[in-house]
């Protein structure tokens, strides 16, 4: 339910697959980025810049961002704030009609 969300240069994903949201440094997650590249499910949307975020999702692909977890993280929160008015202005729309 949370739509797209922009990891940065204009790069989307979709908010609903992805599990975590975290920082590049340690290194199970370098080992995983590793991994994944040789299994081919890595996707750098950097363009060539530094990764500051890993994006894991329920496919088991590592979407890597220059764009700090905690900017991704508050793009994932008013997305779904968004959709939550959306929804309810619906709902109040639908309440009007039966009326």
Do not use: C
């Not at 599990?19 to 995983?32: D, G, T, Y």
């Not at 979407?63 to 991704?72: D, G």
């Amino acid at each position: 339910m949370y739509g797209l969300i922009n990891v940065g240069f204009g790069n989307v994903i979709i908010g609903d697959r992805v599990i975590a949201i975290v920082n590049p440094e340690s290194a199970p997650l370098k080992r995983l980025k590793e991994v994944a590249k040789e299994e081919g499910k890595l996707i750098d949307a950097t363009y060539g810049r530094k990764t500051r975020a890993i994006v894991i999702t329920d496919s088991n692909h590592v979407i890597l961002s220059a764009i700090q977890p905690e900017t991704i993280a508050s793009r994932f929160m008013q997305t779904f704030t968004d959709i939550e008015k959306l929804l309810e202005e619906i709902r109040q729309a639908e309440r009007r009609t039966e009326e």
